[in-house]
Every structure is written in C-alpha cells, then in structure tokens.
C-alpha cells in the first residue's frame, strides 16, 4: 500500500484492551508450544551453512515446516517464490466476510526469513535465527487470532523467505518482482549484542575495480611494462589519504583480491573489492564519486586501464518508524526485554542491510536483540553462540515481541494510522534531502 492510501475498516473483528492482551499472551503461548520444533528449524540450518543464493537445504527446511504445520494445510506455500531459493507461505483465518458492497482487502503483515551464512564462518551473523524469529512470529499471530471468539479480523499473515542477505541483495530481486506489493507492514529482527528496537543501518554500494597493465620479465626489461600492481597500491593509498577528508559517518574497507602471479612478472592484471557506506543514499553517492576519482587517477599514473564496475544492487539506509518501534518497546518490555536507551540506538554505529530497501517501499520494523553472548557479528565466536542453546530464550521472546506488535497493528487502527504516516514523512524527507543534496553538488 503506497503512502496516502487509506484501508477502510470494514468487517473485522473489535477487540478491547484486556482482550487484545490476552491474544497476545495466546500469540506467546503459541510460540512456546512450538519452541522444539522452531528449535529444530535453527539447528537444521545451522549445521549445514550455505552462500547466498545457494541456500536449497535451508529453503527446504523452512517450506517443509510451513508445508507441514499442524493442522495440515493450513498455510498456503510457493515453495520457488521468485527466486529459485525464496519462499512465500501465507494464512488467512476463515470465515471473513465484506459487508455488502465493500471495497476493503484484508491487512497484509509480512514476516521475513534470512537465512544465508558467511564463507569460512557459516553463521555468524546469526542467520538461522532470524528465520526462526520470522516463522515463530508469524504462529504466534495465526494462533492468536485461530482463538477469537466472534468474527475474525480481515487480516493475511505473510511469510516471506528471502535469501541473500550477506551478498547480492536477495529482498531487493523481490522487491523488484512485486513481492513486497500490497504489504501493509513487515517485521523481523537480528541477532545482536545488545537489545535494540532500532539501529541506523546505513547504505551500501561496493565496486569491483580491475587494472590491465602490460606483462614483462621483471629483472630483464621491467621497463616494457605496465605493473597493474601499482595501480591497485596506488588505490589503495589514495583512497587512505582520502580519508582525512572524510565525514566520521562515513565507512571505506577493501581488499586487494588479485596482486599477480609471480615475482619476476610485472603483474598484467590486478583487481580490488570495496565496500563504501553511508548514513543515507543522499550521501552515498558523494562518497563513491570520490573513490571513482582515487582509481581513475592511479590508472592514469601508472598507465594502466581500469574497469569500475559496481554491484548489482545497493543497499538503502533503513528507513526508522517511530510509531512502530515504540509499540515495539512496550510489548518487549512487558517480556522483560531490557533496551538500549533512544539516544544510544541512534548513535550506535552498524552496517548494512537489504532490509533498508524494504523500508522504503513498505514500513516496517528491524530490531537488534541479544542471544546470551558478548561475541561480535561475523567472528567464529559468534557462530558458535547462534548455534548455541542459550540463544533459544532470546530468540522466542523477541519472536514473541514481535508478534505482540503485529497484534497492536491489526487492532489498533490509529498505530496503523501512525505508522503509515511515519513511513509517508519519513520518504518525504529522504526524497527533500536528496533534492537538497543535489542542489549542493
């Protein structure tokens, strides 16, 4: 649904306060019920860690749990949805009915599942739980709702698998095939170090650079070539020097993938992988024109060619909602959730996700939680604790959280009401700081 449309509320149920809290205490029986199976799920996933793109077993696990909740049937699977390891489950409760002549469609939430790991590390980023965390909130909500009594809300519970977080960009391929359209809200959450309802992921591009120079016998007539080499130090240091000039705010790292074959070769071909962030896509663009600057300039001083090529997909700041996240707070809050202070979450630096683009095509929420462990994102440690049975607690009751927000949205029209009028200023304000950005250039 696109910023300014209105849903008419028509042929739901109504709930009171005391109701909708226990549905939510029902949305977290749920979940517990179901702990030694979403257990399972994460542990399958785990022990066999896959690149993006690739992730068959874990997308088989995920489809199979959904094909096979009890009672059978009950969620409607597309086990290849857009992409070849992407999925998409949904349910609906039965029994809705339009009052005649009404023009409404139900309230679709959306809950997504990561679910690729690093190379060398497997899952240090936690991967397997954010797709438990996705399927259990999403039973919570249907469990919740299977017990109302009286007319069920018009309301469809989404699932959406979507691989390729750590490379390529998997949510942008579907946001690009229309899997987000209609999505009224969209949840998840990430394994962290610390509890937090928001944290200022920021954008992303990053740049494949290759050097062509010319082959020569190193000690018998360097002077014949063009060291390819050179030009990938001189990047390097130049994009080092650069730094000075940057904004705190701003991030660089990169890596020499290939420097030559032999010492006594002047190396012909060399290539560079860098990654450039930035607190939003208005400032991102700056960036990366100065390091373009860097590696044409050290192909003209080495004479080499250079070929800048860069991903296929960048990754947008996330967008914050407001209105979401404290809905958020209140119901972790209430499970004993202990979250990092407002001012510390906005000023915690992070990294990057695909999650931003959704952000700005839906609204949508994408906390932090802790899993028991101090490790790092991205280390072997951390590996080991999403792995570990400690994090099980952790991940239920932000699966739980989670599922007690959803609940807020489908019976709370005016937080819906907020939350689209959040995602509405805060696109407003990214497009006005864009024109503005522009003007400065």
Sequence with gaps: MRPGEERPIEGGAS???????????????????????????SRA??????????????????TSFFE???????????????LATAFRAEWEPSGVRAAPGASWSPLHLGFL???DALPGIGHACGHNLIAEVGAAAALG????????????????????????????GGKIDLIEAGAF?????????????????????????????????KASHAAAYPWEG???LDAAVLAYNNLSVLRQQMKPT????????????????????????YYFRAPSMKELPVLTKKAEDCFRAAAVATGCTVEIKGGAHDYYNVLPNKSLWKAYIENGEKLGIEFISEDTMLNTPSGSTDFGNVTFVVPGIHPYFYIGSEALNHTEQYTEAAGAQEAQFYTLRTAKALAMTALDVIFKPELLASIKEDFRVQLQEEEFLNTKNKEKI
């Design 45 to 62: 996933i785990w022990s066999e860690p896959e690149l993006a793109y690739e992730e068959h077993h874990a997308h088989h696990v995920l």
């Design 226 to 228: 063009v060291n390819a």
């Design 68 to 82: 096979r909740e009890p009672p059978a049937a009950s969620w409607t699977v597309q086990p290849h949805y857009q």
């Design 141 to 168: 909500v249907k469990g919740a709702l299977e017990g109302l009594l009286g007319p069920p809300p018009p309301v469809k519970v989404i699932v959406l698998g979507t691989p390729a977080e750590e490379d390529g």
């Design 250 to 273: 701003w991030r660089v790292h990169g890596i020499i993938k290939n420097g030559g074959i032999k010492p006594n070769i002047i190396p012909s071909y060399s290539e560079l992988i």
């Design 113 to 115: 599942c990561e679910y």
């Design 181 to 213: 359209k209609n999505l009224d809200v969209v949840f998840m959450a990430h394994p962290s170090q610390e509890n937090a309802a928001y944290l200022p992921d920021v954008a992303e591009h990053d740049m494949t650079v290759k050097y062509y120079g």
């Design 15 to 41: 709930v009171d306060l005391s109701e909708l809290e226990l549905l939510k205490l029902r949305a977290a029986e749920r979940i517990d019920e179901a702990a030694e199976r979403l257990g399972a799920l």
